[in-house]
T-cell receptor, first 113, second 114 residues
Framework: KAGVTQTPRYLIKTRGQQVTLSCSPISGHRSVSWYQQTPGQGLQFLFEYFSETQRNKGNFPGRFSGRQFSNSRSEMNVSTLELGDSALYLC????????????FGQGTRLTVV | GESVGLHLPTLSVQEGDNSIINCAYSNSASDYFIWYKQESGKGPQFIIDIRSNMDKRQGQRVTVLLNKTVKHLSLQIAATQPGDSAVYFCAESPGLQGAQKLVFGQGTRLTINP
């Protein structure tokens, strides 16, 4: 079966713009988590969604937001982009909350110029 | 605060040798630990996990050791192959949250010498 799909793979935006990234989890998976990966900070948890509700949130400013749809697909949005938002954004899907395996997508590489 | 770290940023081993990658964690409440492998251009891939009530777990060519006394985790890869070249991350899950909210270490880049 298909893995986690993230679109787009690459994105270039200008400071001040906003961006929306998409994640389609593995079929049947209902939990989606988002992470930001940068060379300096490594992999950092952004938020987790389950049943269309945000269940956990990491230590990121309010410019970072997300949502989950009834089909478990998730989007994350970053408003008023800053240069420091340049990163690889990874989505991970799990069967349910408390599941011990998370499957990652290939990520969306966001570059802010 | 939560943190998982302490690592050698890079590790070079000869093909066929065993590799040991180390990681320290700080949150004594963490219940679950995972090792991920990330190859260039890909997302992290699950390798092996261990719960806090265990001190050792073996998989295919990999072994994870957990020492709760010193809050230390290690990944042992037997008979390292070229395909093992990647960045390896340890991750911890605070509380009983499964793998939905992970705290990652900074990673160790494993290079295999022919």
């Amino acid at each position: 079966k298909a893995g986690v799909t993230q679109t787009p793979r690459y994105l270039i935006k200008t400071r001040g713009q906003q961006v929306t990234l998409s994640c389609s989890p593995i079929s049947g998976h209902r939990s989606v988590s988002w992470y930001q990966q940068t060379p300096g900070q490594g992999l950092q948890f952004l938020f987790e969604y389950f049943s269309e509700t945000q269940r956990n949130k990491g230590n990121f400013p309010g410019r970072f937001s997300g949502r989950q749809f009834s089909n478990s697909r998730s989007e994350m949005n970053v408003s008023t982009l800053e240069l420091g938002d340049s990163a690889l954004y990874l989505c991970a899907s799990s069967l349910t909350r408390g599941a011990t395996e998370a499957f990652f997508g290939q990520g969306t590489r966001l570059t802010v110029v | 605060g939560e943190s998982v770290g302490l690592h050698l940023p890079t590790l070079s081993v000869q093909e066929g040798d065993n590799s040991i990658i180390n990681c320290a964690y700080s949150n004594s409440a963490s219940d679950y630990f995972i090792w991920y492998k990330q190859e260039s251009g890909k997302g992290p891939q699950f390798i092996i996990d261990i719960r806090s009530n265990m001190d050792k777990r073996q998989g295919q060519r990999v072994t994870v050791l957990l020492n709760k006394t010193v809050k230390h985790l290690s990944l042992q890869i037997a008979a390292t192959q070229p395909g093992d070249s990647a960045v390896y991350f340890c991750a911890e899950s605070p509380g009983l949250q499964g793998a939905q909210k992970l705290v990652f270490g900074q990673g160790t880049r494993l290079t295999i010498n022919p």
